[in-house]
């Protein structure tokens, strides 16, 4: 679909905007924005409506809302004086105003006629010959960032970002990444994914523009499935401008992080509908790790299902063994498997792994959480760190280092750790399991309240994780709250029927003095041997 208006053309499936023949770089935000305002010019537009359908409900300030109307305006040339085509009604709202015309034919006819020199480049860019066949594993292109500053002497920050992404992508050794000097030929271009995609033979292509006004630095970024042009994640990083290469390292850091999991989401539910015969290796495993992420004990016992057929029929692929030991010392210690002959088979798996390929990060991983499982803090400890060092962007890690840390009652140091976890991963599907590891920390620190409040958090969103739970009923009864404590603990007996004072003793790897007041609260709360 293309709106035609005044001296503009929007293109909403290839999310361009054009005025006369010129492109006009424009935020992603802006440009949901300014698509909501058209679809429904019709009527008066509220600020409920924008806040509900452009920012998802979340919470936007009054001069957020009235900055991104602004950039609307400048956007389609329309100055706050004028309104010929956004017009503010008083106390009511916003109405698009100006004559659309509508073309449901994306680059058809009536497509805005864009220059020529505009379309011999978009046609010098395609690669001769037929398009290079999809890898076998995710495949990425990062184009490079727009300077949206106005200043040339941004360029070298906008590029600098592109290539510490394109670097920090390409060591996650399970993504197909398109080297910098093919992506940097469309640097000024107005492309379109697709086209991109299909040239470069790429799944996945990310975008983003940075823009600095005074000391205040804007990054965003887009993942987007190249084959459709739909997104898939988008993001906004404000910060403040004082060390310019440590804020280059940190968004880079952000953006790794948050590519990652949502990749191997991406890829987990293009695999759905397809026949596990028909899967490879890594189509496997990504599959696992969809199911795995949702941290259901339904999800836990189809990723090691499906990671059991996968070592069988590729024992040979490193991830399948790690990450098969990883999910069933996991299940071990949240509840939802006993321990008894798994632990074993989860060591062999987690050794064979690191036989395979060492610089494996989850083989680290696996040996980190085999480690915790036997209560050696500083072994489990320096495998999470070499799997940072292997992938210096792995979220998990730092969660995972954290929870050795708090299992051994170091809570101030666990609570750091959680700390760059969160930094790196906001959105991080194994936020509940972390919010557990979170609850544990303030809890050995004597601050009740605070566990309190971050094992709700965790049982709230993952209601079926027993270790959330436990820690509520031990936080709960330890701040005097007994009778919720008992309640709570009725509920747990209902999702954990062999909960004990043994089972926790064998099960859950706390060493031994924060195991005493673990127990000590499980006991307030009227857990029984």
């Excluded at 010959?129 to 995710?138: N, Q, S, V």
């Excluded at 620190?445 to 605070?450: F, I, K, S």
Aim: hydrophobic share 40%; charged share 25%; with cysteine.
């Amino acid at each position: 679909m293309i709106y035609v208006f005044a001296d503009c053309s929007l293109d909403i499936d290839r999310r361009e905007l054009w005025r006369g023949n010129d492109p006009v770089a424009i935020e992603p935000q802006v440009f949901d924005l300014l698509h909501y305002l058209i679809q429904n010019r019709e009527r008066v537009v509220s600020k409920e409506d924008l806040i509900a359908h452009v920012w998802n409900g979340r919470i936007v300030s009054d001069s957020s809302l009235s900055s991104r109307i602004t950039a609307v305006r400048r956007a389609v040339g329309d100055g706050g004086d004028q309104q010929r085509l956004i017009r503010t009604i008083a106390r009511k709202g916003l109405r698009f105003v100006g004559e659309v015309r509508e073309d449901r034919r994306s680059g058809g006819a009536s497509a805005p006629q864009r220059s020529p020199h505009v379309e011999r480049d978009t046609v010098a860019l395609a690669s001769p010959g037929p398009p290079p066949p999809l890898p076998d594993k995710p495949s990425i292109a990062v184009l490079p960032f727009t300077n949206m500053s106005g200043d040339p002497e941004q360029e070298y920050f906008s590029d600098g970002i592109t290539e510490d992404i394109i670097t920090a992508l390409s060591r996650l050794r399970w993504f197909f990444v398109i080297a910098r000097n093919s992506t940097f030929v469309y640097k000024g271009q107005a492309v379109d994914v697709r086209l991109v995609g299909r040239d470069l033979g790429v799944r996945y292509v990310l975008e983003g523009s940075v823009r600095k006004s005074g000391q205040r630095m804007r990054i965003t970024s887009q993942l987007l499935e190249a084959t459709t042009g739909s997104h898939i994640w988008t993001e906004r990083y404000d910060r403040e401008l004082t060390d310019i290469f440590a804020l280059q390292d940190e968004i880079t850091a952000s953006v790794t992080a948050a590519i990652e999991p949502k990749l191997i989401a991406a890829e987990g539910m293009r695999t759905e509908t397809r026949s596990i015969d028909d899967l490879n290796a890594w189509d496997l495993v990504a599959r696992a790790l969809s199911h795995f992420g949702k941290m259901t004990a339904a999800d836990n016992d189809a990723a090691i299902a499906v990671l059991r057929q996968t070592v069988v029929r590729h024992p040979t692929y490193a991830p399948a063994h790690s990450i098969l030991a990883f999910a069933l010392l996991v299940s071990f210690q949240v509840g939802w498997m006993p321990t008894s002959g798994n632990k074993e088979v989860a060591a062999r798996l987690a050794h064979r792994a690191a036989e395979l390929d060492d610089s494996d990060p989850w083989a680290h991983m696996a040996l980190g959480y085999l480690a915790i499982t036997d209560r050696r803090t500083d072994e489990a400890v320096r495998h999470f760190q070499v799997a940072l060092d292997l992938n210096p962007n792995f979220a998990a890690a730092y969660g995972y280092t954290a929870w050795a840390l708090v299992l051994d009652g170091q809570s101030e140091e666990a609570l750091r750790h959680f700390g760059q976890w969160m930094r790196m991963s906001p959105r991080d599907p194994l936020t509940g399991f972390f919010c557990a590891g979170l609850s544990a920390a303030h809890y050995f620190a004597g601050r009740y309240d605070e566990a309190i409040k971050w094992a709700r958090q965790g049982t709230q969103l993952r209601p079926g994780m027993p270790a959330g739970h436990r820690m509520l009923c031990a936080s709960l009864a330890q701040a005097g709250l007994v009778d919720e404590a008992r309640s709570a603990m009725t509920h747990l007996r209902k999702l954990q029927p062999a909960l004990s004072v043994a089972w926790v003793e064998q099960s859950v790897p706390y060493t031994a003095r924060p195991m005493a007041l673990f127990l000590d609260g499980l006991r307030k709360a009227g857990l029984t041997n």
